[in-house]
């Protein structure tokens, strides 16, 4: 591939038939398409791995309590986390697993890889936050299984905005390559080979975890 003369010294103007410029450009969107999705891959492999492996990592997250005095009387896990969050700037996140009980509520606020577990007192309006952090691996792993727009924080709607983009750019990878192959006459047999190969193995591992599984 590339700009190439013919015999006549001439500049070559097509690969295979298809224009060069059409060629350029499609080989120019495949690079940006990789180039921005290659983070993503890495980051979902890693945290592949560390699921499937999780002896190999030291998840054991840190954790340190204490209480903060807010308003007495609550009865609304979101005004119970907002109070929280208005005096603490560095607790952020969504509110979850939500149990009211005689003496007050228990909540959790959680970002991927931080958890703040919120243990409220309505008659004295202590809350003890115990907040466990799983450092990045903890991280890697809860944006792995973090998904959806419905998130309350924005850096996760970002994210998962973000995702699907990544999602997109994938399959328009795929696309873009195999264009680029099928333009080659001369690598079309080698295509159509490694093509079959993948496609034979991803079905043989597809079927070995579905039987496998639950």
Known sequence: MGVARDGHGQLRRAVDGVPLTMYKIVR?????LASFSLPFLIMYGVSAVQMSHSTWFQMKPAVHERELPITAGLTDARAIAREIMDRDRAVKGEVSNVQPNDGGVVLRIVLPGTVREVRYERASGVARVKTSVAGVMGMLNRLHHWAGFWHEPVSMKVWAFTVAIASAALVLLGASGIYM???RRSERRIGIALL?????FAITVL????????
Do not use: A, K, Y
Not at 28 to 32: A, G, T
Not at 196 to 200: D, E, F, K, P, T
Not at 207 to 214: D, E, F, I, K
């Open 28 to 32: 120019n969107i495949h690079l940006l």
């Open 207 to 214: 079927t070995l975890l579905r039987l496998s599984g639950p």
């Open 196 to 200: 079959g190969i993948n496609l034979v």
């Open 181 to 183: 192959w099928f333009t």
